[in-house]
């Protein structure tokens, strides 16, 4: 007994030694690849709303949940009111987090060996190093799921008492990001099932108070039980065999770029199958519905960002095992994972102040980046320099500009450092809708997107009226649709009619009003005459009409069977004409990119397809094919013309 007692505390401290010792390394390494994105800022505009007074906001004169993190962002939240300073307080915070949830997660391990096979496996994994800082939910999470496994794996029954700390691990997981339900539920299931007596359910569902309670508050003050963030990423209308394909295209990205982060879940599955201890791999379970839920919806544009919650929660589970005490050679281990985490193009342990500047971190045509890349040299603590701003990012300095120079409305693809730095005497309408309640639900335009960037078409009238605070929406019924989303989002909490308006618009009552057919395409109607003055040369800016995310449709007058389109455009990306009767598409035709001179617009004449002079035309649709990050697109003018008057 003696002997067994010293041997176990023997484990015990070579155990805290490992633990302290991984502690050691973990800080240095995030510390050497600590960096911040863009999107952390948007979550930081509403913290900075919030601790100076203007509520849950990200334009003070809406109320709308642009950040899917509740609880992050509360956390956040706290310590700003302290440092009233954004780009150290997310770093410090993120890494102190992190370390938290490594610290935790070293409790749960059965030995030294397992501790530090799952240790090197996270200190290899570049998705995990990543986003362990960044600014984002991700250290939160692995620390909310390093206390949910601990109390599910000590467990040695489940009583009421562990039942009520379990679920509220993983309600507050859901306030991190809803959709960590799905790796928790399996364990959570079993561990229900386990109890004897109604008390456990009744604790079971006691522990989800604090989500019940956020989403009451979210009904009460955004009108609405779900981020804004949900409409404008899931309300695509993307064929699913598309977001399945690109979700696949998101996992052998990971295989190429951080080949260690997937082998080593899969490693650790197999690890704790083959343990066959029932409640561990009922709680792998989890893992497996999330990697198929990230397939399911597309993946993300972030490199590795949706896949440290299932390596954190497998790594766990793999310090369960007891195979390293069964091996004779037990170094071959950690030479496999050394050996798979130095095939990454990206190597976490020798990455350094020039990390990012070789500017092989863009997307391509896949869609997914390696966000450290883009964005560490503007904002690692490596990069610091004492007379340099941080983050020194040019979003950043342009909405540091902005903040003095104006405009008051204004519309841009990446709001995070220039929404937070403008501040809150601007109002910015994001193309990509996170923040915009209009936009979020009108469909999404039907060009090529990119994960995570969905367009929409800002409707005739609607930065009109934001400028101005008038209703000037061209689109009657749309118009309508935005007066309840107003008054939903903008009105006070018990204004006369809200809570009707708030059930109708939850219900789907108001969706007959916007034209989804029109808004998957196009932004303005417009009559030829108004389109028919010659425009050539120089761009006017205020005389041509913007190709934004939507394009034109331009209203004939009558059946048309002329030979010939003439238009003007100043376009970098492919054009496409449509031709239609009604609203029955005859026919179309692209004009493809010229290497123009800048800022000119250029005449083209095109013949128009024969079904379409066979049959008639009443309307003509000008759209992007295509669309760069200019955003600089514009017709000048269009008309339509016999051969013996246009030029080609």
């Known amino acids: 007994m003696t002997n067994c007692a010293e041997g176990q505390k023997s484990a015990r401290r070579s155990q805290t030694l490992v633990a302290w010792l991984l502690l050691v390394v973990w800080v240095a390494l995030l510390v050497r690849t600590?960096?911040?994105c863009d999107d952390a800022y948007i979550t930081l505009r509403t913290v900075d709303n919030f601790v100076h007074g203007y509520g849950l906001t990200w334009n003070v004169n809406e109320r709308v949940q642009a950040y899917t993190h509740p609880l992050w962002m509360f956390v956040l939240a706290f310590f700003y009111f302290f440092t009233r300073e954004a780009f150290f307080t997310l770093h410090i915070v993120s890494i102190g987090v992190s370390?938290?949830?490594?610290?935790?997660?070293?409790?749960t391990a059965r030995s030294p060996w397992t501790l530090l096979l799952g240790g090197s496996l996270l200190l290899l994994s570049k998705a995990f190093v990543d986003y362990s800082t960044?600014?984002?939910?991700?250290?939160?999470?692995?620390?909310?799921?390093?206390?949910?496994l601990w109390v599910y794996l000590r467990a040695e029954t489940f009583d009421p008492k562990t039942l009520s700390k379990l679920a509220l691990f993983a309600a507050l997981g859901m306030l991190t990001r809803l959709d960590l339900l799905l790796i928790f539920a399996p364990a959570l299931i079993y561990a229900g099932l386990k109890t004897k007596s109604w008390r456990g359910w009744l604790a079971l569902g006691a522990g989800f108070l604090p989500l019940v309670l956020w989403e009451a508050f979210s009904i009460v003050y955004y009108g609405f039980a779900l981020p804004n963030t949900y409409y404008a990423k899931l309300n695509t209308g993307i064929p699913h065999d598309e977001l399945i394909k690109q979700g696949l295209i998101y996992l052998l990205n990971s295989l190429n770029w951080d080949p260690l982060t997937l082998t080593g879940?899969?490693?650790?599955?197999?690890?704790?199958?083959?343990?066959?201890?029932?409640?561990?791999?009922?709680?792998?379970?989890?893992?497996?519905?999330?990697?198929?839920?990230?397939?399911?919806?597309?993946?993300?544009?972030?490199?590795?960002?949706?896949?440290?919650?299932?390596?954190?929660?497998?790594?766990?589970?793999?310090?369960?095992?007891?195979?390293m005490e069964n091996l004779s050679v037990k170094y071959l281990p950690f030479a496999l994972i050394f050996l798979v985490g130095l095939l990454s193009p990206f190597p976490t342990l020798i990455s350094d102040g020039a990390y990012g500047l070789s500017g092989d971190a863009f997307a391509g045509n896949q869609g997914v980046g390696d966000e450290r890349g883009v964005y560490y040299q503007a904002t690692s603590l490596l990069t610091l320099a004492r007379d340099v701003?941080?983050?020194?990012?040019?979003?950043?300095?342009?909405g540091r500009n902005r903040r003095t120079d104006g405009p008051r409305v204004f519309s841009r693809g990446a709001i995070g450092f220039i929404g937070f730095y403008a501040g809150p005497s601007v109002h910015i309408?994001?193309?990509?809708?996170?923040?915009?309640?209009?936009?979020?639900?009108?469909?999404?335009?039907?060009?090529?997107?990119?994960?995570?960037?969905?367009?929409?078409?800002?409707?005739?009238?609607?930065?009109?009226?934001?400028?101005?605070?008038?209703a000037l929406i061209a689109d009657p019924n749309l118009a309508r649709f935005y007066d309840q989303l107003t008054l939903i989002t903008r009105g006070s909490l018990f204004a006369p009619g809200r809570w009707e308006a708030i059930w109708k618009m939850n219900t789907g009552q108001y969706e007959r009003l916007i034209d989804k057919a029109f808004y998957s395409y196009y932004a303005s109607r417009l009559p030829l005459q108004e389109m028919s003055a010659i425009k050539e040369g120089a761009v006017q800016w205020d005389e041509v009409f913007t190709l934004n995310a939507g394009g034109l449709l331009i209203a004939l007058p009558g059946a048309q069977h002329a030979p010939y389109v003439e238009v003007s455009l100043y376009h970098t990306d492919a054009v496409a004409l449509f031709y239609y009767e009604g609203s029955d598409l005859i026919a179309q035709q692209s004009i493809p990119p010229a290497?123009?001179?800048?800022?000119?617009?250029?005449?083209?004449?095109?013949?128009?397809?024969?079904?379409?002079?066979?049959?008639?035309?009443?309307?003509?649709?000008?759209?992007?094919?295509?669309?760069?990050?200019d955003f600089t697109d514009a017709v000048g003018h269009l008309r339509l013309c016999e051969e013996t008057l246009c030029k080609p």
């Open 595 to 629: 290497p123009l001179q800048p800022e000119y617009l250029n005449r083209y004449c095109v013949a128009v397809p024969e079904a379409a002079v066979s049959a008639g035309y009443d309307q003509i649709g000008v759209t992007l094919l295509s669309q760069g990050w």
């Open 389 to 398: 701003q941080m983050p020194n990012h040019p979003w950043a300095v342009e």
């Open 429 to 470: 309408v994001d193309d990509n809708a996170l923040a915009d309640p209009l936009l979020a639900r009108l469909p999404v335009v039907k060009q090529p997107w990119r994960i995570g960037h969905f367009r929409r078409v800002f409707p005739e009238g609607y930065l009109a009226s934001l400028e101005r605070g008038e």
């Open 99 to 107: 370390c938290a949830a490594l610290l935790w997660a070293a409790k």
């Open 265 to 323: 879940i899969a490693f650790a599955l197999l690890a704790t199958v083959k343990r066959r201890v029932t409640r561990d791999w009922i709680a792998a379970l989890g893992i497996l519905l999330y990697v198929a839920y990230v397939v399911w919806v597309g993946g993300d544009f972030m490199s590795g960002r949706f896949l440290t919650a299932p390596l954190f929660f497998a790594v766990i589970l793999l310090g369960q095992s007891e195979f």
């Open 34 to 36: 600590a960096w911040l």
């Open 134 to 148: 960044s600014g984002l939910e991700n250290p939160l999470t692995h620390l909310l799921i390093a206390l949910f």
